[in-house]
């Protein structure tokens, strides 16, 4: 998976490093083979996955339930479907799907 992403039909495969108890949500682009992303809520119950979660679907501009947790429930570094996005932030190249 090159530059954290991979398309799979018209879905995103994506890979995130999560930074938990941020002082504010933000995408901040591709470091090493992952995109970074910091959000406020803690890691604690779940919190901070279903944070992510909402976070994704707002960037990507579609519904939470298009966005599925892969692999990574209790680690920083995750793995994320994203079901048909709608845009696409800085370092993601559209599929042409």
């Known amino acids: 998976m090159a530059a954290g992403y991979v398309w799979d039909g018209a879905d995103l495969i994506l890979r995130v490093r999560a930074q938990p108890r941020a002082s504010r ?6 470091q090493e083979d992952r995109f970074r992303v910091r959000i ?3 890691p604690v119950e779940g919190q901070a996955n279903a944070h992510l979660q909402a976070f994704l679907a707002e960037l990507f501009g579609v519904a939470k339930r298009q966005v ?23 370092g993601i190249e559209s599929s042409g799907a």
């Open 68 to 90: 599925t947790l892969l692999a990574g429930q209790t680690g920083r570094d995750k793995r994320w479907r994203i079901i048909a996005p709608k845009r696409w932030p800085p």
């Open 40 to 42: 406020t809520a803690p």
């Open 25 to 30: 949500d933000e995408w901040l682009g591709v």
